[in-house]
C-alpha cells in the first residue's frame, strides 16, 4: 500500500507561484500514474494535471494548462506541481493521488494541502 503526502501549500498573492509536493512511501510508486486534484470550496473534486510512471508522459486541465507543470522523481518517490501565474481561483485543497492500473480508478490519495491565491 502507498501512503502519499503532500506538502508546499500556502497563501499567495495573485500572479505569484507555489511548487507543491508529494512524497510517496512503497516500493511500486515508479510504476504508478499520478495525479493532482483540487476541490475548493462548494465545488466537487476536479481534475488538474496526471503523469506516466516514468514521467514521460503528461496532461493537464484546459484551466492550468500554460501554467501548471507537473513532474516527477522517481529516485526521490516524490511528485510535484509547480504553479506559476497564480489566479484567485486557483484557491482550493490539492491533492496527489496514484493508481497501478491507466485506465483504473485512483488507488491512494493524499490528505491535501490548502492553496490559497489573494487577489
Known amino acids: 500500500q502507498v501512503q502519499l503526502r503532500e506538502s508546499g501549500g500556502g497563501l499567495v498573492q495573485a500572479g505569484g507561484s507555489l511548487k507543491l509536493s508529494c512524497a510517496a512511501s512503497?516500493?511500486?510508486?515508479?510504476?504508478?500514474?499520478m495525479g493532482w486534484f483540487r476541490q475548493a470550496p462548494g465545488k466537487e473534486r476536479e481534475f488538474v494535471a496526471i503523469?506516466?510512471?516514468?514521467?514521460?508522459?503528461?496532461a493537464y486541465a484546459d484551466s492550468v494548462k500554460g501554467r501548471f507543470t507537473i513532474s516527477r522523481d522517481n529516485a526521490k518517490n516524490t511528485v510535484y506541481l509547480q504553479m506559476n501565474s497564480l489566479k484567485p481561483e486557483d484557491t482550493a485543497i490539492y491533492y496527489c493521488?496514484?493508481?497501478?492500473?491507466?485506465?483504473?480508478?485512483?488507488?491512494?490519495w493524499g490528505q491535501g494541502t490548502q492553496v490559497t491565491v489573494s487577489s
Open positions: 503523469i506516466s510512471g516514468s514521467g514521460g508522459s503528461t
Open positions: 493521488a496514484g493508481k497501478e492500473i491507466v485506465t483504473g480508478p485512483y488507488d491512494y
Open positions: 512503497g516500493r511500486t510508486f515508479s510504476s504508478n500514474v
